[in-house]
Every structure is written in C-alpha cells, then in structure tokens.
C-alpha cells in the first residue's frame, strides 16, 4: 500500500526528504506546506503557504505527515490534524509544557523524533548502555554543525546527555557547512571511550523520516517516542 505523504516546511532537510520520498514507490508526497517558497514550479506537487494547512489536509487526507517546522509551528499545526493521521514531529527545541500539549493528543499517531538519523538513536543505545556500567565516568559531548544552525547546543545533544547519571558538559561548534557530527566522550582516571557520529550529507534524513513513515504507518494513535522504533 502506498502511504500518502504531506510536508510542514520545506528547508534543506525537507527538500532532501521530499525529492528522496518521491523517488520511492511506498510512498506518494501529495504536498508541502512552506513560507519562503518563491517559484512553485521547481516542484512537481503542490506547495502552498501556512494559510492554506486545512484546506490542504481537507482535499488531500494525508497517512502521514512530517514536520520539520519549529515547536511554535507544531503546537499550531496540530489542531488542524484530522482523527487517526501520522503526524512526526521532525523538530528540536520543545519545552517541556509543549510537549505535554503534544501528548495530549491521543486521537492522533503522533512521532516525535529530537533526531531521525538511525546513526543518532544507535548512539543513544550505546550511551545508555555505557552508562549503566560506567556512571562514575567524567562526561563531554561535543556537538558541531554548520554556522546558520539556530540552536546551541543541539537538540541532540541534549537529549543525549539526558542519557547520564552525571550531567555531561556540552560543547557547540558551528562553522562552514557542517552537517552534524557528535562526539560523548566518557573519561575515568585510567581510560577512556569516545563514541562519535557524523552525518556525511543530509540524506540521513531522508531515509529516517522513510522509515519513521513506514513504522507510524501501522500503529494505533498515541504518542511515541522514536527511540521505541530501535527497541
């Protein structure tokens, strides 16, 4: 069966989702919901403005949708869900009250995903792993991404020292046109383990969300979280 997709936000990340989606016969992008778009025609499916979300969402029915939006926008965006739609939540920065408000959506199959690299939630995995046998360790995440990124620290790397008895110092780095690379390094007296992704270019992404995509696509509504797809 073939899932039909729409988009919130079509900035670089939502662009390499969209082409790669496209490509693939699972799925069919119906559409995409994007501000800054100046010329539609560079795209072969519709492209609307934010004022046009339900009227979207009423023609097209969309399985599943993906944001790569902001909090702001999500808490926004979600009222106008219908009953039983996939909703991923592709985005960092909530606090803690908003995602209350996302989980309190129970009509909905809702993803919220800090990050959609497979690579990342491994990484996860392993600190959880490490720390549970390590948790006296002296801990340092260093986090580097390209120098327009508007939050710092990322909202993996916090989500990654979550994962630790002792809070991790965090250190940013935004230059040139990096990607995305995090490094734990965990440190006693006598020895030490680094762990480290890089993201190599931001097609990661694309194969993320297509997997996220196809796991939601099945589940009855509720909230989850996507490290419940590496369980």
């Known amino acids: 069966m073939t899932i039909k997709i729409g988009i919130f936000g079509l900035g670089k990340a939502g662009k390499i989702v969209a082409q790669s989606l496209q490509e693939d016969e699972q799925f069919d992008l119906l559409f995409a919901v994007n501000n800054k778009v100046k010329n539609n025609d560079e795209f072969d499916f519709t492209v609307k403005p934010k004022e046009h979300i339900e009227a979207l969402l009423e023609h097209y029915k969309p399985d599943i949708i993906l944001d790569f939006t902001s909090p702001e926008a999500v808490i926004n965006n979600i009222d106008k869900l219908q009953k039983g739609t996939g909703y991923i939540v592709v985005t960092t920065g909530f606090t803690e009250t908003q995602l209350q408000i996302l989980k309190a959506y129970e009509h909905l199959k809702l993803l919220y995903a800090i990050t959609i690299s497979d690579g990342i939630n491994i990484v996860m995995k392993l600190c959880e792993a490490v720390n549970q046998v390590w948790n006296h360790a002296d801990v340092d995440i260093i986090e580097q991404h390209f120098k327009e990124k508007k939050d710092?620290?990322?909202?993996?790397?916090?989500?990654?020292?979550?994962?630790?008895?002792?809070?991790?110092?965090?250190?940013?780095?935004?230059?040139?046109?990096?990607?995305?690379?995090?490094?734990?390094?965990?440190?006693?007296?006598?020895?030490?383990?680094?762990?480290?992704?890089?993201?190599?270019?931001?097609?990661?992404?694309?194969?993320?969300?297509?997997?996220?995509?196809?796991w939601l696509a099945d589940k009855p509504n509720g909230f989850y979280n996507v490290s419940e797809m590496y369980k």
């Open 152 to 214: 710092s620290p990322s909202g993996t790397a916090q989500e990654l020292a979550k994962l630790f008895s002792s809070p991790p110092t965090i250190h940013s780095v935004r230059s040139g046109e990096t990607v995305g690379i995090h490094e734990v390094i965990l440190a006693t007296a006598d020895q030490k383990i680094t762990i480290k992704h890089e993201s190599f270019n931001k097609k990661v992404f694309a194969e993320g969300a297509k997997k996220a995509a196809l």
